[in-house]
T-cell receptor, first 114, second 115 residues
Framework: KAGVTQTPRYLIKTRGQQVTLSCSPI?????VSWYQQTPGQGLQFLFE???????NKGNFPGRFSGRQFSNSRSEMNVSTLELGDSALYLC?????????????FGPGTRLLVL | AQSVTQLGSHVSVSEGALVLLRCNYS??????LFWYVQYPNQGLQLLLK????ATLVKGINGFEAEFKKSETSFHLTKPSAHMRDAAEYFC?????????????WGAGTKLIIKP
């Protein structure tokens, strides 16, 4: 079974631009979570989608948004990019939403904001 | 509120030595606990998961962890370190409840293997 795929793998943007990242979960997985990873802040939860509905949201500004499609693929969007948005963005999928569910991670998208 | 503390941002051991990575959690209800590993330039991979079935959990690559409720700990061990174990390790906690949940992550521990 194919793993979680994320596109693009690397991205360079300038301040003020917007960016859209894509995540394709493992086949049959209906829950997708997004994380931001930086050396200073570690892993921070952005949001989780299940059956096209946002089930949970982390403590990020409204510039960060996401959505999930009927085939469970998910996108996240960051508008008005800031230098501090430079990070590795990780997507993880699980079969369903619930405590104890194992999350399977993609390789991440590394975003550099100049 | 749940939280996870990983003691030591960096741990260095010699090849062949015991690996011990510490994780303490706080939770008001019985938790689910996870250890993940991240190799350079890769995503996270599940090493093992505690779901209350057994306190000693065996994972991949020879790792295991023991859930100790009295100490609120879930330390990760491996009897003999290999060079390929050099990576960053993350402990996470999730709590069973009604409604939403999210994984709470520790800050991570980088494991350095000395030849």
């Amino acid at each position: 079974k194919a793993g979680v795929t994320q596109t693009p793998r690397y991205l360079i943007k300038t301040r003020g631009q917007q960016v859209t990242l894509s995540c394709s979960p493992i086949s049959g997985h209906r829950s997708v979570s997004w994380y931001q990873q930086t050396p200073g802040q570690g892993l921070q939860f952005l949001f989780e989608y299940f059956s096209e509905t946002q089930r949970n949201k982390g403590n990020f500004p409204g510039r960060f948004s996401g959505r999930q499609f009927s085939n469970s693929r998910s996108e996240m969007n960051v508008s008005t990019l800031e230098l501090g948005d430079s990070a590795l963005y990780l997507c993880a999928s699980s079969i369903r939403h619930g405590a104890g569910e194992t999350q399977y991670f993609g390789p991440g998208t590394r975003l550099l904001v100049l | 509120a749940q939280s996870v503390t990983q003691l030591g941002s960096h741990v260095s051991v010699s090849e062949g030595a015991l690996v011990l990575l510490r994780c303490n959690y706080s939770s008001s209800v019985p938790p689910y606990l996870f250890w993940y590993v991240q190799y350079p330039n890769q995503g996270l991979q599940l090493l093992l998961k505690y779901t209350s079935a057994a306190t000693l959990v065996k994972g991949i690559n020879g790792f295991e962890a023991e859930f100790k409720k009295s100490e609120t700990s879930f330390h990760l061990t491996k009897p003999s370190a290999h060079m390929r174990d050099a990576a960053e390790y993350f402990c996470a906690v999730s709590v069973r409840g009604v409604g939403n949940y999210q994984l709470i992550w520790g800050a991570g521990t980088k494991l350095i293997i000395k030849p």
